[in-house]
């Protein structure tokens, strides 16, 4: 009767430490029986549902041109740098670049996308006189001032029934300051026919409190416009969380 040949036990090998040694990888180290055991991780804050919306927001706009990996980094980047989807939209093309390395294609959508809103915003603010859609203006001025990195000075120019006829930018300045003259925003006023004015410039410190500079500025003209019977309705100051009016402050 013949016998079963013998088949020799060959031990297991685990196959993870070998394919770590064939990669390069070193193998995980076992834990001691006498090592304590490591502290628990720290579980981070869940992020608030802003986040979420502006992620969400980010997320889609750029996954029109990057990969899912890359589009949800530059997210995380953006909003930690910025603050906001706003913010993002708000600021210098070249700050951006610089946080985030977005290819051409990702931040021209990124303008594209704020100058559509500003384009939205300027429409519903346009529909009514200015004086009886105040909101609607502010609205369309925080669309386009509020995030910008330099200070930039406004006049909007308005008709007999105070309908906005142009929104002219006077002057771009630096991160605290935009000179302005008098004359040159009477003699535009004039040159378009213009009723009345609203002046606007913002503060990209934050604060929208007026300067003396500001209260100084806007005084002289107020006198240049009122000599030539214009009216200067009021003066806006528009920073990143908040707006403040000259005429609300009771400073014309």
Request: net charge positive.
């Amino acid at each position: 009767m013949s016998h079963p040949a013998v088949v020799p036990v060959v031990p297991v090998v685990p196959v993870v430490p070998v394919v770590q040694a064939a990669l390069g990888a070193r193998p995980r180290r076992q834990p001691s029986p006498y090592e304590e055991a490591p502290p628990p991780r720290r579980q981070a804050s869940a992020p608030t549902p802003a986040f979420h919306d502006d992620a969400a927001l980010l997320r889609d706009l750029l996954a029109r041109s990057l990969r899912p990996r890359r589009c949800a980094s530059a997210v995380v980047t953006l909003i930690e740098r910025f603050g906001s989807t706003a913010a993002v939209l708000g600021a210098d093309p070249s700050e951006i670049q610089r946080s985030s390395r977005l290819p051409r294609e990702a931040l021209a959508d990124l303008m594209l996308l704020r100058r559509l809103a500003v384009a939205l915003s300027r429409i519903q603010a346009s529909r009514e006189p200015v004086l009886s859609s105040w909101s609607a203006l502010l609205a369309y001025l925080r669309a386009d001032l509020a995030y910008r990195p330099r200070e930039q000075f406004r006049t909007l120019f308005l008709d007999k029934k105070n309908r906005l006829l142009r929104d002219e930018i006077c002057n771009d300045g630096t991160v605290d300051h935009a000179p302005v003259y008098p004359r040159e925003i009477v003699r535009r006023a004039l040159e378009l026919n213009a009723s009345a004015l609203v002046l606007v410039h913002n503060h990209p410190s934050g604060d929208p409190a007026p300067s003396q500079a500001d209260i100084a500025m806007t005084r002289k003209i107020v006198d240049a416009c009122r000599a030539l019977g214009l009216e200067v309705h009021d003066h806006v100051v528009v920073a990143r969380e908040a707006v403040a009016s000259f005429r609300a402050l009771g400073l014309m």
